[in-house]
């Protein structure tokens, strides 16, 4: 569970999403919102301050805030996720672990350190989910699925059981991934696709069923 003092890195869509999930939770009064973008200083989103950009990160900790959650999203975010994330760890504060209100997380279930589950989002029996990992609004997780490390699982996604998907991965909205496939790592599965075959490292795939279009870095 998220702690006293919590940051949240970025100011855009998807941190707003994670604010109400503050709200909800009543963490949002111990809140702060870093963004690089000069012009937001001093504003607030959804009534938590921004206060500055993410050069601020190496004095959180002495102002009394021990935990953080990246706030962006985004298809190809992953890259900068991942830097922030590295960022905030060496400036001293913990990942935290965001679980909406309105999620259903397993017993069994493991949640990696800075993991977001958010509202309507299921995660099943004795799946497991790397750190820095987005399961968005109303996705699914099935048993036995084990999610890599800044991966994001965008709203309504299916993963049915055993899947395995590599790190930096971005799972598009509506996708259905079938059961015990593997998803290589920096793979982009595109919104509403129905993938029913493996998916190798940085392939860029889409339709129903899923064929690779291009790779992820072109």
């Known amino acids: 569970m998220v702690a006293d003092g919590v940051v949240l890195i970025g ?28 012009e937001l200083c001093g504003t607030r989103l959804l009534g938590i301050p921004v206060a500055g950009g993410d050069e601020l990160l190496p004095r959180m900790r002495s102002e009394g805030f021990t935990q953080f959650f990246v706030a962006v999203g985004g298809v190809r975010a992953f890259g900068l996720r991942r830097r922030l994330f590295e960022a905030a760890v060496q400036a001293g504060l913990a990942p935290g672990v965001l ?25 099943n029996a004795c799946a497991e989910i790397g750190e820095n990992v987005i399961l968005n609004s109303g996705s699914i997780v099935e048993h036995d699925c084990r ?11 299916c993963l049915a059981g055993g899947v395995r998907v590599g790190r930096q991965v971005h799972i598009g909205a509506g996708a259905t991934i079938c059961e015990n496939l593997e998803i290589g790592d920096r793979a982009i599965v595109g919104a509403g696709a129905v993938v029913i075959r493996d998916v190798p490292p940085e392939a860029v795939v889409a339709g129903v069923p899923a064929k690779a279009i291009r790779r992820s870095g072109s």
């Open 99 to 123: 679980r909406h209100p309105a999620s259903v997380v397993a017993e069994s279930a493991v949640l990696g350190p800075g993991s977001q589950v958010l509202a309507g989002a299921i995660v």
């Open 147 to 157: 999610i890599g490390a800044d991966v994001h699982i965008a709203p309504r996604a």
């Open 11 to 38: 100011a855009g869509g998807h941190a707003r999403v994670l604010a109400d999930a503050l709200h909800l939770l009543g963490l949002a009064g111990r809140a702060v919102v870093l963004d690089a973008r000069p």
